[in-house]
T-cell receptor, first 116, second 116 residues
């Protein structure tokens, strides 16, 4: 079973509108972290935002916020006031704290296209 | 300027040839990782290393080898045993897991490997 599921292969939004990118996860570990990364067409991975499983409040970083619903195991990324430069692929990833390996587990990504 | 440097940016491999992808970091991170990304897909873990002179296989280690002789360096060799090596390879590093489970991984700009 997939540990990270991103069900939207592509999303389209107009400039200045808000957009939500979905992410659901599967883990039995009570302690875990969730990350969102942005990958422009040039290929580099840019860290956007982090949410810990014990964090009481939803994470925010500038125009990015994370809608964390623990009971539903979802960690959706909300981008407010979209800009043309937001056009990229977005990946949700998880780290299970109690696992020996510390690498991130990635979803398959959502391609966001922002139009003027 | 601290960061991760991957080289070369583009690499071509002939049949039966081994090639080595370089990854160097000056972030003083203990942990380093190699991921493979196929078109339209998420990242899959090849190998990771938590400390110098130690490394572990990831989900798709077959046909690859690594070494970690220095903290700053984690080269990846794509051997002739890897029958489908065409992909985008990303190297990452992070603070050691146990001291910073919420720390993001920092990525290099990647190497695109193609078969001649």
């Amino acid at each position: 079973a997939q540990k990270i599921t991103q069900t939207q292969p592509g999303m389209f939004v107009q400039e200045k509108e808000a957009v939500t990118l979905d992410c659901t996860y599967d883990t039995s570990d009570p302690s875990y972290g969730l990350f969102w990364y942005k990958q422009p067409s040039s290929g580099e991975m840019i860290f956007l935002i982090y949410q810990g499983s014990y964090d009481q409040q939803n994470a925010t970083e500038g125009r990015y916020s994370l809608n964390f619903q623990k009971a539903r195991k979802s960690a959706n990324l909300v981008i407010s006031a979209s800009q043309l430069g937001d056009s990229a692929m977005y990946f949700c990833a998880m780290r299970e704290v109690n696992q020996a390996g510390t690498a991130l587990i990635f979803g398959k990504g959502t391609t966001l296209s922002v139009s003027s | 300027d601290g960061g991760i440097t991957q080289s070369p940016k583009y690499l071509f491999r002939k049949e039966g040839q081994n090639v080595t992808l370089s990854c160097e970091q000056n972030l003083n991170h203990d942990a380093m990782y190699w991921y493979r990304q196929d078109p339209g897909q998420g990242l899959r873990l090849i190998y990771y290393s938590q400390i110098v002179n130690d490394f572990q296989k990831g989900d798709i280690a077959e046909g690859y080898s690594v070494s970690r002789e220095k903290k700053e360096s984690f080269p990846l060799t794509v051997t002739s045993a890897q029958k489908n090596p065409t992909a985008f390879y990303l190297c990452a590093s992070s603070i050691a897991h146990l001291t910073g489970p919420n720390q993001p991984q920092h990525f290099g700009d990647g190497t695109r490997l193609s078969i001649l």
